[in-house]
């Protein structure tokens, strides 16, 4: 469905004409392992992806060229192609903000109305209210937000994005979100705080890397931060991480050795992609170990932690998995 778009005199989002809000599934269901990865209705997912692809077609050089011909066309064009690109979805009670005109989690989010779900499950059983989360690799910001949700008015999220694209619409999903406790940082998240080249894709707004996989990105300079300064900074310990970065886990945990190891952190979710750690220079199993030796345990995959090199051999070479590691009670 086309999407809301933002008003400037601060009133709910207008909608088109016969147009019915779009939503998100929050992503809370017990869905079954096996399940479908939407939970909109396929008429639904089929009017979306048509109305996506003609918005693909007028932003097109090709689209833009024929419809400027016929100026009422051109501006009903700039006016279709400002509501998708603005487009708006509910996400925990809240307007959320999509990026859909590129290949990206909000693309997913759009078309079917969730996203890694079995991921939220985890994060809304393991953090508490009152919690501080981080959010390593936020991206628009769905992680954090349901984060924020549950983490309470007592709680902070502290979400960090380093792609400028990506951090704009962050920021603005922040500023909607429920207890607003969403904290949003334009940077990479690394061994030490400085700078670093972010490498970007050209095709997919979440595999932005810290390492140059070849030679068709371009790349920018980002800020960069550890947790263990961050967290000593803030003088405050942090509870809970969920970590997403496309290979620079690695060097994310080493500067998050204090931050891991401290009693009050009580788990991580990992994106665990072998090929991309090994792109980036990391070795997989080194990775694991600094999370064992941090005394967190895999718990949704426990032959992990009883034989990683097997488990390892059982990833396949473009595979990734999303890991819960908990401290034992």
Same mark, same amino acid.
């Given at each position: 469905?086309?999407?809301?778009?933002?008003?400037? @005199?601060?009133?709910?989002?207008?909608? %088109?004409?016969?147009?019915?809000?779009?939503?998100?599934?929050?992503?809370?269901? @017990?869905? @079954? $392992?096996?399940?479908?990865?939407?939970?909109?209705? &396929? &008429?639904?997912?089929?009017?979306?992806?048509? /109305?996506?692809?003609?918005? +693909?077609?007028?932003?097109?050089?090709?689209?833009?060229?024929?419809?400027?011909?016929?100026?009422?066309?051109?501006?009903?064009?700039?006016?279709?192609?400002?509501? /998708?690109?603005?487009?708006?979805?509910?996400?925990?009670?809240?307007?959320?903000?999509?990026?859909?005109?590129?290949?990206?989690?909000?693309?997913?989010?759009?078309?079917?109305?969730?996203?890694?779900?079995?991921?939220?499950?985890?994060?809304?059983?393991?953090?508490? %209210?009152?919690?501080?989360?981080? *959010?390593?690799?936020?991206?628009?910001?769905?992680?954090?937000?349901?984060?924020?949700?549950?983490?309470?008015?007592?709680?902070?999220?502290?979400?960090?994005?380093?792609? %400028? #694209?990506?951090?704009?619409?962050?920021?603005?999903?922040?500023?909607?979100? #429920? &207890?607003?406790?969403?904290?949003?940082?334009?940077?990479?998240?690394?061994?030490?705080?400085?700078? /670093? $080249?972010?490498?970007?894709?050209?095709?997919?707004?979440?595999?932005?890397?810290?390492?140059?996989? $070849?030679?068709?990105?371009?790349?920018?300079?980002?800020?960069?931060?550890?947790?263990?300064?961050?967290?000593? !900074?803030?003088?405050? %310990?942090?509870?809970?991480? +969920?970590?997403?970065? !496309?290979?620079?886990?690695?060097?994310? /945990?080493?500067?998050?050795?204090?931050?891991?190891?401290?009693?009050?952190?009580?788990?991580?979710?990992?994106?665990? &992609?072998?090929?991309?750690?090994?792109?980036?220079?990391?070795?997989?199993? !080194?990775?694991?170990?600094?999370?064992?030796?941090?005394?967190?345990?895999?718990?949704?995959?426990?032959?992990?932690?009883? *034989?990683?090199?097997?488990?390892?051999?059982?990833?396949?070479?473009?595979?990734?998995? *999303?890991?819960?590691?908990?401290?034992?009670?």
């Amino acid at each position: 469905m086309p999407a809301t778009v933002p008003p400037t @005199d601060g009133s709910a989002p207008s909608l %088109p004409p016969g147009v019915a809000a779009p939503s998100a599934d929050d992503g809370t269901g @017990d869905a @079954d $392992d096996g399940a479908p990865a939407h939970t909109l209705p &396929w &008429w639904r997912r089929f009017e979306r992806r048509s /109305i996506l692809s003609l918005a +693909k077609r007028l932003a097109s050089p090709g689209g833009r060229a024929f419809v400027g011909k016929v100026p009422a066309f051109a501006l009903a064009s700039r006016r279709f192609l400002a509501r /998708i690109e603005t487009a708006r979805v509910t996400v925990c009670g809240a307007p959320f903000r999509l990026d859909v005109m590129r290949r990206s989690v909000s693309r997913s989010i759009y078309l079917g109305g969730r996203w890694h779900a079995d991921v939220v499950r985890m994060l809304r059983t393991h953090v508490k %209210p009152g919690s501080v989360a981080a *959010d390593v690799g936020a991206n628009v910001g769905y992680m954090a937000v349901h984060m924020g949700e549950v983490a309470g008015p007592d709680g902070t999220v502290l979400a960090f994005e380093p792609e %400028p #694209r990506n951090f704009a619409v962050l920021a603005e999903n922040t500023r909607h979100a #429920r &207890w607003r406790n969403v904290i949003p940082f334009a940077a990479a998240v690394g061994e030490r705080s400085g700078a /670093i $080249d972010l490498y970007l894709s050209p095709r997919d707004g979440g595999d932005h890397r810290t390492v140059a996989t $070849d030679g068709a990105r371009s790349h920018i300079r980002v800020p960069v931060v550890s947790l263990d300064e961050l967290a000593a !900074q803030r003088r405050t %310990p942090i509870h809970f991480v +969920k970590m997403d970065i !496309q290979g620079a886990e690695g060097a994310a /945990i080493r500067g998050a050795r204090e931050v891991l190891a401290r009693p009050e952190l009580r788990g991580l979710v990992l994106e665990f &992609w072998p090929g991309a750690l090994r792109e980036a220079g990391e070795d997989p199993e !080194q990775v694991l170990a600094a999370i064992r030796t941090a005394g967190l345990r895999c718990v949704n995959h426990p032959d992990l932690d009883a *034989d990683p090199r097997t488990y390892l051999a059982g990833v396949g070479a473009d595979a990734s998995r *999303d890991l819960l590691f908990l401290r034992p009670s």
